[in-house]
């Protein structure tokens, strides 16, 4: 078991600094994960400010876990001990772990108790792909390809790719996972032409492909938005029935202006966001 000890400083009556340091002591029977606090996290609350106090607990601990100080898989400890802890009601630790919660950052398991989960994935609104940005944080992206198939396309589809309903298309649907937790169901449909094998899409990214047959994609057209889970999307997902989810269509197109594939994704929100930056001119 892992034992978290504070030291609790106070500087001018009004800002307490939790200082933690962490010692291990020799567990029986079946091992659990434990939260183990980096000895350099201070926990900084002003008393005196008008943020509320829940609030300034939650961005403490928001801020350790994105910068990876608290990893996934940590146990966190519960209301009662951290309010105990800190010198802190209950209903203020209660409200803050719940802002953790409902972020995504933490998660809480019947018969396991208040973990930290995974940081949602940060995705800027840019021309890039999942697979991509996924190597770039650092993480591991994982496929599934759960559907391959060539034939012709719909008449939407057709029209999104702008060929005609005899022009064959492979249509591939994919979940996308990392760290062992999914993200993503990812539909695209492309002229057969350039369409990867369905083996090299286990381990290699859409556009990664694209770009090994020379192909590279120089312009897209998307479109955000959000829906409730279906049964289908709820499992593959691990989320609720109708629970929300971030819905992308994108229509991409190469150098020479030519629509190279349109994709349908669908998102986890509580995993999962999109950013973007908005200049007034």
């Known amino acids: 078991m892992s034992i978290v000890c504070p030291d609790i400083l106070t500087f001018n009556h009004s800002v307490d600094v939790i200082a933690y340091t962490s010692f291990q002591r020799p567990t029986r029977g079946r091992r659990r994960s434990e939260l183990t606090v980096n000895p350099t996290l201070d926990v900084e609350i002003d008393r005196s400010s008008p943020v509320p106090l829940y609030f300034q607990l939650a961005q403490v601990f928001e801020s350790a876990i994105l910068q990876g100080e608290l990893r996934p898989g940590d146990r966190f400890e519960n209301e009662l001990a951290l309010a105990k802890r800190l010198n802190l009601s209950r209903p203020t630790t209660r409200r803050a772990i719940q802002e953790l919660v409902d972020k995504g950052l933490l998660v809480r398991k019947r018969g396991v108790g208040t973990q930290v989960v995974q940081s949602p994935v940060h995705r800027p609104v840019e021309l890039t792909s999942l697979f991509d940005d996924l190597a770039r944080a650092g993480q591991t992206p ?7 198939h060539r034939g012709p396309p719909t008449e939407e589809i057709a029209r999104e790719l702008n060929i005609s309903v005899d022009q064959d298309v492979v249509t591939i649907r994919r979940l996308r996972s990392s760290m062992g937790e999914p993200l993503a169901v990812m539909t695209n449909h492309l002229p057969a032409a350039w ?40 499992k593959l997902l691990d989320e609720k029935l109708r ?18 594939e349109y994709g349908s994704h669908v998102y986890r929100a509580s995993r999962y966001y999109f950013d973007t930056t908005l200049i007034n001119r």
Request: hydrophobic share 40%; no cysteine.
């Open 195 to 234: 369409a990867p094998d369905r083996a090299d899409l286990e381990d290699h990214g859409l556009y990664q492909l694209l770009r090994s047959k020379g192909v590279h994609i120089r312009l897209a057209r998307q479109r955000i938005g959000a829906k409730a889970a279906n049964r289908e999307e709820a």
């Open 142 to 148: 994982m496929t599934t390809v759960l559907d391959y």
């Open 243 to 260: 629970a929300p989810l971030l819905t992308m269509n994108r229509t991409a197109f190469d150098d020479s202006g030519r629509i190279v």
